[in-house]
């Protein structure tokens, strides 16, 4: 339980200073243990602009590797925002360290040609 306590307090922490806007919508993350989701918030509106799953990949048969999968993830939601028009992300890592699948993530997105 104090894993989830501890999480719990540094997204809390993470939370107070960024906001997503029109300008720069919040790409979030969340892991489980098998998956890892990505979604695009707008706070102002309280909508979410774009989401991806590990669920909805086409792993074929390589489900090995979560860190790749992750990046993959990572690719898919640049892709999403770019379709609608969003370069510019503020990253929100939900309280999870920055390393392994968070970090693959971010790197994927950055690579499909998010800026944060």
Known sequence: MAKLQGRA???LRIRKKISGTPERPRLTVFR???????QVVDDTQGTTLAVTTSLK???????????????QVGEAIAQ???SKGIKQVVFDRNGY???????ALA?????????F
């Open 97 to 103: 360290i920055y390393h392994g699948r968070v970090k």
């Open 107 to 115: 790197d994927g997105a950055r690579k499909g040609g998010l800026e």
């Open 32 to 38: 489980s243990n098998k998956q890892i989701y990505a």
């Open 9 to 11: 307090r540094r997204k």
């Open 57 to 71: 990949l086409d792993k074929s048969g390589d489900d090995s590797n979560k860190s790749k999968c992750a990046e």
């Open 80 to 82: 999403a925002c770019l």
